[in-house]
């Protein structure tokens, strides 16, 4: 999620609450005889606010997969995560006394400082992925269809060669609605009657392309390489006849098509690849939090 | 070739409508992850408890002086989720506390744990911070450390005693100047209480006269004094003059012939001997205070400060006038109390401790 102006109210509470919290914190450490502790009156108010914020923070999880629920929108839960999730992160803090504790609650903290530095990392690669994907991946699908249009695409590439399909797809000119800019799939008819020898096209697809768009076999393949890939179609352009050229195109096009898809499945990775991290971990930290709630009232 | 008017149908078929109910692989990933994770978790909880190692809850080590009971957390926590008790803490430490520190009728006492924090790490339980005194005391809101005590404030007090510290410590007294722990011995932390038999028959030896070299006896009041040395005459005289003393005959009807001389003799020598040792400014009089024939007993306290503790014996390595002035020591009135400025010289953040309690135990015993 992009941090902007919609963010203004949740940026504006956040930091006040911080700032209260903050002088709230100073004026109890500094008059706390023994020094702040978890177990004292304001420390347990730290420790159940921040809690609190970080319960909610993990509801996301519960929230995104009952999207039908009708428990505020999806966009406000998200910045309710960001947000209230950043805020329990001093208020845990405060209500340590900024000491990490014994073995569970050492262990805990560090477990968050992970989860926090993980979300910060996500949120700080949400802001530059998603518009670099944009202006660079028109052909974006999402990711879960990733292998599914790859395989169509392998499918239509293979009745482009052989020109035995009813059309194919392409990509095809580029087309803007008001702020919306993108290119359009485009369907194309295969000519009909006797058609030039695809003989060339056919092995080319068999030689390269299908190995091509197998899953893994993206970088050992010589069409993995742009400069490459142009290389090896100039060639077959020689190879095939005139009319055959604006086939060869549309061949080129699924292989760029096929580029920008493991481009994107390498960027999604990173976009949320960090959720390995930041969710297990976050789990975790609730299963720990709960015990460590528990037995600390308990001693 | 031309667009094909109607590709929608072809094109949807490139979505696989299913995908949302498909977990893919990232997703998977993050559950077994989680599920690992939380499995690792529960795994250390619970193998923690099956082992009965309690400590994994613990806030932080225990003290040095704990550290003997740290896996028997039932030691100090009697009962779950309540506090710990000090009646716990009293099972092994009432001796030390022994007299409450809130005054009867001003409140009660701070529990134990309000001061004594547990599980803070390897620390000394009783080196407490000033923060813990200055958070009831509030009328010392001053007075934060050693650096804003002002002053050293002696109750003052009649003594009943005169003693002039700078003439006993002066060179041309007969004997040499006595030193300090020539009367000030410590025992303990403190000094011992200065006793006439002890420290100033020495020099301050009392006989009954010139003639009967009788060491008069301390501690008695002057009427007692009188008797005693009338009793001593009549003896040493018995003693000189057997055979000298007989009984008067008296003739009945014609009354006695007076007393005889040496009965007068006698009287004259007891008198002469009482009124040497009453004298103003001898005898007892020298050091003792005495109203009519009543000898004031010497107040002296044992401790000039009562609120605060010193200690002499950790000190021993100092000269006594580092801290003690007798220039002006004049009188006894004239307390050589040490300022608080020379306290200063050596307890300081660089230094040597300069807590509040240093000084003014919490617990009065």
Redesign the interface.
């Known amino acids: 999620m992009r941090i902007d102006r919609g963010h203004f109210r949740w940026f504006l509470f956040s930091t006040g609450f911080l700032i209260v919290a903050s002088v709230a914190y100073a004026l109890y450490a500094r008059g706390a005889a023994g020094g702040p502790t978890g177990g004292s009156a304001m420390g347990l108010a730290f420790g159940i606010a921040g809690t609190v914020f970080m319960l909610f923070a993990a509801l996301l999880g519960v929230r995104r997969r009952r999207p039908n629920y009708r428990v505020g929108r999806a966009a406000t839960w998200l910045k309710g995560h960001l947000w209230l999730g950043a805020l329990s992160f001093p208020l845990v803090f405060f209500h340590a006394g900024f000491e990490f504790g014994g073995p569970l609650a050492r262990v805990l903290m560090w477990i968050f400082v992970l989860v926090f530095l993980t979300g910060l990392f996500g949120l700080a690669l949400q802001q530059i992925l998603p518009r670099f994907m944009t202006q660079n991946l028109p052909q974006e699908v999402a990711y879960e269809q990733i292998d599914h249009v790859r395989r169509e695409l392998l499918e239509e590439v293979e009745q482009l060669a052989t020109g035995t399909g009813p059309r194919c797809l392409g990509v095809g000119r580029a087309k803007s609605d008001g702020s919306i800019q993108g290119r359009v799939v485009e369907s194309r008819t295969a000519p009909a009657g006797r058609g030039p020898d695809r003989a060339p096209l056919v092995r080319f697809v068999d030689k390269y392309v299908k190995f091509y768009f197998q899953r893994r076999a993206m970088r050992e393949s010589p069409l993995g390489d742009p400069n490459g890939r142009r290389a090896l179609f100039d060639e077959l352009k020689s190879d095939v006849e005139e009319r055959l050229h604006g086939d060869v195109a549309d061949l080129l096009a699924y292989c760029e098509q096929r580029a920008q898809l493991d481009a994107q499945r390498r960027l999604h990775h990173w976009l949320h690849g960090w959720l390995l991290i930041h969710v297990p971990l976050s789990w975790t930290m609730i299963f720990l939090t709960a015990v460590h709630a528990v037995m600390s009232l308990y001693y | ?4 008017p109607q ?1 929608q149908k ?2 949807a ?4 409508l299913a ?2 109910r ?1 977990w ?1 692989r ?1 997703r998977v ?2 559950f077994v ?2 599920v ?3 499995g ?3 795994f250390w ?1 619970i193998g923690a408890s099956a082992l009965r190692n ?8 225990v003290s040095q002086g704990h550290s003997f009971i740290e896996e028997r ?1 039932g030691s100090c ?1 009697t009962q ?2 309540r506090k710990v008790y000090d009646a716990s803490c009293l099972q092994c430490h009432a001796a030390a506390v022994g007299l409450p520190h809130v005054p009867a009728g001003k409140g009660r006492d701070p529990a134990c744990g ?2 004594h ?1 547990e ?2 790490g390897n620390t000394l339980l009783s080196a ?2 000033d ?2 005194c ?2 009831c005391h509030e009328d010392h809101s001053d007075i934060t450390s050693l650096e804003t005590h002002i002053w050293f404030r002696p109750q003052p007090r009649d003594q009943r005693l005169r003693f002039n510290h700078l003439q006993h410590g002066d060179i041309d007294l007969v004997g040499g100047p006595l030193e300090c722990d020539a009367c000030h011995v410590v025992d303990g932390r403190n000094f011992g209480p200065i006793r006439f038999e002890e420290h100033c028959v020495r020099c301050h030896r009392e006989t009954v006269s010139a003639d009967i070299d009788i060491v008069v006896p301390h501690g008695f009041q002057i009427g007692e004094l009188r008797d005693w040395i009338a009793a001593v005459y009549v003896r040493e005289w018995l003693a000189k003059h057997p055979g000298e003393v007989e009984p008067q005959a008296t003739v009945p009807g014609r009354g006695g012939a007076g007393p005889p001389d040496w009965a007068v003799q006698l009287a004259e020598h007891t008198r002469a001997a009482q009124a040497a040792l009453f004298q103003p400014r001898r005898g007892c009089l020298l050091c003792h205070a005495a109203k009519g024939e009543e000898i004031l007993p010497p107040e002296i306290p044992s401790r000039w400060l009562p609120r605060a503790r010193f200690d002499h014996q950790t000190h021993r390595f100092q000269s006594c006038d580092r801290c003690h002035d007798l220039r002006e020591a004049t009188s006894a009135d004239i307390l050589v109390l040490p300022k608080v400025e020379t306290c200063r010289a050596c307890h300081n953040r660089q230094g040597a401790r300069a807590r509040c309690v240093t000084c003014h135990p919490f617990h009065p015993n």
């Open positions: 070739m031309m667009a094909d590709p072809e094109i078929s490139r979505i696989d995908y949302l498909r893919h990232l990933a993050r992850a989680t690992l994770l939380l690792i978790a529960a909880v309690k400590k994994i809850y613990a806030n932080g080590p957390c926590h779950g989720f309000a001061c924090a599980h803070r407490l911070g923060k813990h200055n958070s």
